[in-house]
T-cell receptor, first 109, second 115 residues
Framework: RKEVEQDPGPFNVPEGATVAFNCTYS??????FFWYRQDCRKEPKLLMS???SGNEDGRFTAQLNRASQYISLLIRDSKLSDSATYLC??????????FGKGTRLSVIA | DARVTQTPRHKVTEMGQEVTMRCQPI?????VFWYRQTMMQGLELLAY????????DSGMPKDRFSAEMPDATLATLKIQPSEPRDSAVYFC?????????????FGNGTRLTVT
């Protein structure tokens, strides 16, 4: 079983829609959680960290459920520019980041 | 804006040839990672260094891959001999420990094709 699992998608949504991605992780010792965004043929870039209490950054909301070991990302009012692959990332103390394979989002006009 | 620099951006080579990929991490970052990305496997960690010391290279096929950090400004990943299954995008990334407190910065990647 992969340490981080995501639905690969693709998610095809119209502009303005709300879309949610989930991610599960297998190692209960995981301490830090992130969402990275990767555009086609580009490098991954940090989108946002995920905090235990949940956190919001503009149209993006991230939540963590430690008991069930899953992380979510909600995007409201989708824009065409949100089209990308979203990578769920977990980390245990002093170990490298572990990346999920990503969920592909296409926002359609 | 500080960036991780990787060269070459693209490499096409024949099976059996040696391939060397180079990375210049962001100045001041103490941890350097090599990841490989394919459609099938996603991003896989190959090796990483902290303060130039190799910490883990268990993700690399030892018989053909080697990773080094000759100085703080250069990390290299070599494949010898290369095989078609090595075709992938190879990313170098740098960051600060503890990784939970600072983002990982990726280079543009080296797109390797082995024919």
């Amino acid at each position: 079983r992969k340490e981080v699992e995501q639905d690969p998608g693709p998610f095809n949504v119209p502009e303005g829609a709300t879309v949610a991605f989930n991610c599960t992780y297998s190692n209960s010792a995981s301490q830090s959680f992130f969402w990275y965004r990767q555009d086609c043929r580009k490098e991954p870039k940090l989108l946002m960290s995920v905090y235990s209490s949940g956190n919001e950054d503009g149209r993006f909301t991230a939540q963590l459920n430690r008991a069930s070991q899953y992380i979510s990302l909600l995007i409201r009012d989708s824009k065409l520019s949100d089209s990308a692959t979203y990578l769920c990332v977990v980390n245990r103390r002093n170990t490298p980041l572990v990346f999920g394979k990503g969920t592909r989002l296409s926002v359609i006009a | 804006d500080a960036r991780v620099t990787q060269t070459p951006r693209h490499k096409v080579t024949e099976m059996g040839q040696e391939v060397t990929m180079r990375c210049q991490p962001i100045l001041g970052h103490n941890t350097v990672f090599w990841y490989r990305q394919t459609m099938m496997q996603g991003l896989e960690l190959l090796a990483y260094f902290r303060n130039r010391a190799p910490l883990d290279d268990s993700g690399m096929p030892k018989d053909r891959f080697s990773a080094e950090m000759p100085d703080a400004t250069l990390a290299t990943l070599k494949i010898q001999p290369s095989e078609p299954r090595d075709s992938a995008v190879y990313f170098c990334a740098s960051g600060l420990v503890p990784t939970g407190n600072s983002p990982l910065h990726f280079g543009n990647g080296t797109r390797l094709t082995v024919t």
